[in-house]
């Protein structure tokens, strides 16, 4: 069973996962492996802090106000066998009190906010109706009184190859909302995704 790891501003542990759903094995290391057997489930944690500058990053802050320099970002990916997928966050250093809304989208992060193109859609759609929790990844939150956040999202399916690539941090929660931040993420997929 192969298993790759990778590392995103900070550390990434991945693995694949056996029939039993327990880790077979994880690691930290170069690249950014995303092919896996359709027969095994996925788990992965990453990490990184906001850029304080522009630079070759995987974390960029676009509205230093909401997203300061130096705050931190972690996501967790966990895909059972079967694609039922849980997308998790956790966030630290943001704007206290403030309410955010977190997406799944298709393209990494750069310095252009407007490169991480869309949403991902499990059942890609330019009807409006599409843009909802139930077809995307939507993790809002609101930042408590440290800047501190969490939230989780799950669904029964999981990731196509190849087709989510980052989450983005929107000023507001729902469907739209200004990008004031992006993190470039290495989600798995499955074939039953």
């Known amino acids: 069973m192969a298993v790759r790891a990778g590392v995103c501003a900070g550390v990434v542990a991945m693995a694949v ?3 039993g ?4 094995a994880a690691g930290e290391g170069g690249g950014q ?3 896996r057997d359709g027969r095994l489930g996925y788990a992965m944690v990453t990490d990184g802090v906001f850029a304080k500058k522009k630079s070759a990053t995987t974390a960029y802050s676009y509205d230093k106000k909401l997203v300061p320099p130096g705050s931190w970002i972690k996501i967790g990916q966990r895909t059972a066998p079967g694609g039922a997928t849980t997308v998790s966050l956790r966030v ?3 704007k206290a009190g403030h309410e955010y809304g977190v997406h799944v989208h298709t393209k990494p992060c750069t310095a252009d ?3 991480a193109g869309g949403h991902y859609q499990h059942k890609p759609s330019t009807d409006p109706a599409a843009v909802n929790p139930r077809n995307e990844v939507w993790l809002d939150f609101t930042a408590d009184r440290k800047g501190s956040g969490k939230a989780t999202a799950h669904h029964d399916w999981g990731f196509r190859k190849g ?3 980052s989450v983005v941090i929107h000023d507001e929660p729902g469907s739209s909302g200004a990008r004031v931040g992006c993190f470039t993420v290495p989600f798995g997929w499955t074939k039953a995704g």
């Open 33 to 35: 492996g995303k092919e």
């Open 163 to 165: 087709g989510a690539a």
């Open 17 to 19: 996962l056996g029939a």
């Open 113 to 115: 906010p407007a490169a």
């Open 21 to 24: 759903g327990a880790a077979a």
């Open 92 to 94: 630290k250093g943001l």
